[in-house]
């Protein structure tokens, strides 16, 4: 379906997100006992919806099809008595929380790929619905790769402890990325890179390798300051 309104920014597109997701975090929440005497289940088919001016409406879904934007999860109210209140709202929690994915990516549907990148970062940095409201405190992950890297387990420890990832992350292309990824071979086994392998760099010549060729895990590298290669090491030594 042709979109008829003008693209957005990624900043307009996280705002509303942001409206929708207190709305919805609200209704779970503080207007908790509000929201369950609405959703009755002898009623037809309720949503929960959050607007953009941070209200929220348990109503029936849009009549037009296709619906001007994606829907939230449909008949909420059926489960209600048939499941422990608790279970009940953290199972609408988990429905929101998708729906208001697919209403940010929706408006963004003219994104370029660095603009998507950048408005997942600006998302991910919230807590889910489904964390508000089971009180489960998001996990502070360790130092790793950034979240422009192409490798999932590839960390490297320069001297003053910030991460790099692997190889250098430039944000020009995907063809320039695809390009590095065919470029980068290990240091001991000259195996191509593979982003489903863990590897990890020198900070003296700069070669990568794979982590199991030189006997480092993704939890060992985390507590190197600097990193040597064995090739390097030997040069070290008197």
Known sequence: MEMTSSPRTVEE????????????VRALTYDVDSFYGLCDPDKENLCLYGHPNE????????EE??????????????????????????????????WLLSVAFYLGARLNRNERKRLFSLINDLPT???VVTERKPVKEKPSVDSGSK???SIKRSSDGQTKSNPKPTEDSFEEEEDEHTQTLCGSCAGNYNADEFWIGCDVCERWYHGKCVKITPAKAESIKQYKCPSCMKRSRP
């Not at 996280?14 to 207190?22: G, L, N």
């Not at 994606?70 to 988990?94: H, T």
């Open 13 to 24: 597109i996280f705002k509303d997100f942001s409206a929708r997701r207190a709305a919805v």
């Open 151 to 153: 490798s999932r387990g």
């Open 65 to 98: 099809v296709p619906p001007e934007l994606p829907e939230p999860a449909l008949g909420i109210n059926f489960a209600r008595d048939g499941m422990n209140r608790k279970d009940w709202l953290s199972l609408v929690a988990v429905h929101s929380d998708s």
């Open 129 to 131: 619905v489904f964390e």
């Open 55 to 62: 209200t929220w409406e348990v109503t029936l879904p849009a």
